[in-house]
């Protein structure tokens, strides 16, 4: 299946910004959903996962408090709500799915469980 990340844009130190990731394909709505950021010249790293369910999310100790991901409800869209944006949030922002349906995986933040990347999304917070 697929998925698409969207809502990227230049934002103000402090303010908000909610990014969305499409999820299309058959049983698309069975698979966890993890985001990703990568900020110019350091490895991509894991934000947090949202269960398949919708109802379990999980997230680094650097997401935890500012980053809340959600889901609708018939699994099509996935939400990554950033606030109190900081000049070193800037990266591309990335959604990704694993092979294997149901929760997210054990190592949730980690780039090899997830098979099915979508293209990124640019975050970019400046004054």
């Known amino acids: 299946f697929q998925l698409q990340a969207s809502g990227g844009g230049l934002v103000q130190p402090g303010e908000s910004l909610r990014l969305s990731c499409a999820v299309s394909?058959?049983?698309?709505?069975?698979?966890?959903v993890g985001w990703f950021r990568q900020a110019p010249g350091t490895e991509r790293e894991g934000i947090g996962c949202?269960?398949?369910?919708?109802?379990?999310?999980y997230y680094t100790e650097q997401a935890k408090g500012r980053f809340t991901i959600s889901s609708n409800d018939a699994k099509s869209t996935v939400y990554l709500q950033m606030n109190s944006l900081k000049p070193e949030d800037t990266a591309v922002y990335y959604c990704?799915?694993?092979?294997?349906?149901?929760?997210?995986?054990?190592?949730?933040?980690?780039?090899?469980?997830?098979?099915?990347w979508g293209q990124g999304t640019l975050v970019t917070v400046s004054s």
């Open positions: 990704a799915a694993p092979e294997v349906a149901g929760d997210c995986p054990g190592r949730f933040d980690s780039l090899d469980e997830y098979d099915y």
């Open positions: 394909g058959f049983g698309a709505d069975d698979y966890s």
């Open positions: 949202v269960s398949s369910s919708g109802y379990g999310t």
